[in-house]
Every structure is written in structure tokens, then in C-alpha cells.
């Protein structure tokens, strides 16, 4: 079988531009007919830009010929969540309200990936302002999980996920305020990376919760993840490197905290997943890594305390246009946002306190001994869309948000499955330490094959 260039890892096509043996266009090209094969199924994409791609994709040849090179993601096809205003195309932010907007001028990362020579292909699925999903009440479906499309992809960087692991690209950026990256990005067997709150500008990104949201992405590796990272980061971190230069460092010396009773004892967790990142423990060990278990704060506090801020912000942020256009809400949206309305200046005040003081604590009991931590994403595997029917907002059990409300940067990846649907493993670092984070991802990757497994064929040219 002729080998499709959409399927080329960031690294290998990146070489090929650069020695002539393949053109950004012709990369292009594979990208757009992969969607339009695919996606028909899983709704990834609100809006695909394919003539603006393509000639952005020219200019990028004609930079390599005439002897440029912008970076590493030059010539290679992207795509943003429809968080991220984009100057040249719609951007919506998942909602009805904004269903014919286009904005003024480009989010500061989307600014980056294009000075970078990236070639933006589209606007990706997201829940409606990033709040809950996935909801049927709107003009476009959710995006569809492409190892089952009758499952959700969770969080609100849906269609990163379906798009990546569905092979119509190799990353994507999104953002994650509550584990929007990192739980889509385990249901759909792809890497989820969100790195440290401020690391990247959230300009001209949609707000969910100033103080929760990051910038993050989700890829088909830990390597594609952390190029991606690189091409749009501010200056590297406390690990002084960026984040891909630590791809393929041995792991010898590295202490991992283990944070296995955040999660074992959980009555939610499916025993295939505990079994699987206890596998992951056992081999990180075996990679040279000194693991231990670690007890951090309950994960109940971290979920109560980023609750709070969430729904408190997330009304500031929609008051004035719940009452200029809330019939315009799908309904669940419109309650979740709303409930913010009973939370008062000092709830919120008490709650980034209390933030505060958990972030104290991780640093003091957990990163002042660890490199890293290593937990679990979700603690199941993507659950059915008939789940989400009826008026209640359901939630599904997941440890992500409390590096959100601590801000310090986390990884998923794959780590196994369970009746044949992905399962990822979490791992968390110090502030600023996503090249030590990157580097024990990508051992770990290389050392297992979930990351490698790709979804059955679930689509045809017409969709499902």
C-alpha cells in the first residue's frame, strides 16, 4: 500500500520538506482528502479552510526554495479549536451567538503558528464556550469518538481529539481549564498536553476561567506535542531546554511520585485502568525511573475548590451576553453558566485562597521530592452519547482539574484499553518543567505500543 503522507509523523514529513522529497502542498492535500474521507463520521471540524490552506502551503514551498525555514512545524497542516479567533475564518466558540462571526484580528498563538509557517487547515469542535457536553440542542453535532462513534470524545477540546485520533492530523491546539485537553485526549488514544498556566498567551482565546485556563494541545505523540509546544511557547522554562530537546534522555535518576489512592479506592475506577497504570509504574521503574508512592491533597478538594472559580468566572464572563442573547444558549450551557449567578465575590475570593494553599501544599509535599507525578486521566473509558440525554449536565470521573487549579503543567498518553476504548495515564511536573515532563512521556511511548494503536474503521464518504 502507497504510504499516505497524513499519516507521516511531524519529525519525518519535516525532514522530507526540507531534502524536496515532499511538498507542504501535496502534505496538504492528503490532509484535506483524509477529511473529507473521515469526517463525515466524526465531526471534527466546524470549518475547513481548504483554499487558504492550500495557498498557504505554496508560500511555505516557495520559503523552503528560496532557502527559509520558520521552524519546526513549517509547511505542516494544523488546526485550532473554534475557541481561538482566527482573522480569516469563522470562529464561533461552539455557540449559536456567534455562529457568523470573524473576528478582527488572530489570537496571539494562532499569530505564532503562522509566523511559524504552520498551515492553519480549519476550526475544530468545541462545546459551546467550553463549558459542558456534549449537547444536542444546537446547529452542529458534538464531535464523535473515532474508536466508537456512538461514544463522546469528552472535554471541550472534542474535535482535537477526534480529529487527531481519527488520523486527519498530527496535533492540534486547544485549551484546558478542567482537563478539557487531557480527557478528550485519553478517550480518543491520542496525547493530551497542558503546559503551565501562563506559559502561552491566552490572547484572543475565548475565557471560560481567567485563572484555570490554559493553552494546551492534543497530538499523536508526546513528540508532535512538544514540538507544538515549542513553536508557540514563551522562553523555556525551569528546565532551561525546550521541551523537545529532552526527547530521548534516559530516565535514570528522576524520582516519579505515584499517586495511586487518588484513584484505586475510587468506586468509579474500571480495574482494567488501575491495572493499567500500575503497569505503567512497573515499566517507568524498569526505564531507570525511582518510583514511590505519594499522597497528595484529596482530589475531592481540588474538584470542589475549581468548581467554584469555574462557575464563579465563567458568569462574569457571560453576564452581559446571557442577558442580551440567552435564548440563544443551549439549554444545559445556559443553566451550568448561570449557576454562577449564586456564588458571591467572597465564595470566589475564599475559593483562589484555598487554591492557593493546594498549590503550596503540592509543591512543598509532592515537586520538593518528584520530578513528577504520575495518576490517572480518566478513570473510564469514553462513555456512550445516550448517557448525556435528559436536562441534567452529567459529569464523568476524571483527575485533571486539579493541575488546573495549581497551574503546573500535565501530560496524558495512552496507557492501555479496556472492551477496546482507549485508557491514558496522567503525568504532572513542577511549574515550568514540561521538558522533564516531555521526556518521561516519550520514554514511557516508546517503551509501550497503546500510543501506535489506531481506531477501526468506523467512517465512510458519506459519514455514518
Not at 472535554?155 to 492530523?169: I, K, N, Y
Request: aromatic share 8%.
Amino acid at each position: 500500500m502507497t504510504e499516505n503522507p497524513a499519516d507521516l509523523p511531524i519529525p519525518e514529513a519535516a525532514a522530507r520538506l526540507r531534502d524536496g522529497s515532499l511538498t507542504s502542498v501535496a502534505l496538504t492535500e492528503a490532509h484535506l482528502d483524509r477529511i473529507v474521507e473521515r469526517d463525515g463520521a466524526y465531526h471534527a471540524f466546524l470549518h475547513v479552510a481548504a483554499e487558504r490552506a492550500l495557498a498557504a502551503a505554496a508560500r511555505a514551498d516557495e520559503a523552503f526554495e528560496r532557502g527559509e525555514d520558520r521552524g519546526a512545524l513549517h509547511g505542516i497542516p494544523v488546526a485550532v479549536k473554534d475557541l481561538f479567533d482566527t482573522a480569516d475564518m469563522p470562529t464561533t466558540y461552539g455557540s449559536d451567538v456567534y455562529v457568523r462571526q470573524i473576528p478582527a484580528e488572530d489570537a496571539e498563538v494562532v499569530r505564532r503558528l503562522r509566523l511559524g509557517g504552520a498551515v492553519l487547515i480549519g476550526k475544530l469542535e468545541t462545546y459551546e464556550f467550553a463549558m459542558v457536553g456534549p449537547v444536542f440542542d444546537r446547529s452542529f453535532p458534538p464531535a464523535a469518538n473515532p474508536w466508537d462513534v456512538r461514544r463522546f470524545t469528552g472535554g471541550s477540546s472534542s474535535g482535537s481529539a477526534a480529529a487527531v485520533a481519527g488520523g486527519l492530523l498530527r496535533t492540534s491546539v486547544a485549551s484546558d481549564t478542567g482537563g478539557s485537553v487531557r480527557s478528550p485526549a485519553a478517550y480518543c488514544g491520542a496525547v493530551g498536553f497542558k503546559p503551565t498556566c501562563g506559559r502561552i498567551p491566552m490572547r484572543g482565546v475565548f475565557p471560560l476561567s481567567p485563572s484555570m485556563d490554559h493553552v494546551g494541545f492534543v497530538s499523536a505523540s508526546v513528540a508532535e506535542a512538544a514540538i507544538t509546544f515549542d513553536a508557540v511557547a514563551d522562553p523555556p522554562g525551569r528546565d532551561g531546554n525546550p521541551a523537545a530537546a529532552c526527547l530521548g534522555r534516559p530516565l535514570t535518576g528522576l524520582r516519579i511520585g505515584y499517586a495511586r489512592e487518588w484513584f484505586a479506592g475510587d468506586p468509579e475506577t474500571l480495574p482494567a485502568l488501575l491495572e493499567a497504570v500500575d503497569g505503567a509504574a512497573s515499566l517507568l521503574s524498569l526505564l531507570g525511573a525511582r518510583i514511590e508512592e505519594v499522597t497528595l491533597p484529596a482530589a475531592a478538594d481540588f474538584e470542589a475548590v475549581g468548581a467554584v472559580i469555574i462557575h464563579a468566572e465563567a458568569f462574569e464572563a457571560h453576564r452581559r451576553q446571557l442577558a442580551e442573547a440567552g435564548d440563544r444558549y443551549s439549554r444545559k450551557v445556559f443553566q451550568n453558566i448561570v449557576s454562577g449567578l449564586c456564588l458571591t465575590p467572597e465564595d470566589l475570593s475564599r475559593a483562589r485562597q484555598a487554591a492557593a494553599r493546594l498549590r503550596n501544599r503540592i509543591d512543598r509535599t509532592a515537586f520538593a521530592d518528584f520530578d513528577a507525578i504520575l495518576t490517572a486521566t480518566t478513570l473510564t473509558p469514553a462513555i456512550p452519547f445516550a448517557d448525556f440525554t435528559g436536562d441534567a449536565a452529567r459529569w464523568t470521573p476524571m483527575r485533571t482539574i486539579a493541575f488546573n487549579v495549581t497551574g503546573h503543567p500535565a501530560l496524558s498518553v495512552p496507557c492501555g484499553f479496556a472492551g477496546g476504548l482507549p485508557l491514558g495515564l496522567q503525568l504532572a511536573a513542577r511549574a515550568g518543567g514540561e521538558a522533564t515532563l516531555c521526556q518521561i512521556g516519550h520514554a514511557y511511548e516508546e517503551a509501550s505500543d497503546f500510543a501506535a494503536s489506531k481506531p477501526p474503521r468506523l467512517w465512510s464518504n458519506s459519514g455514518v
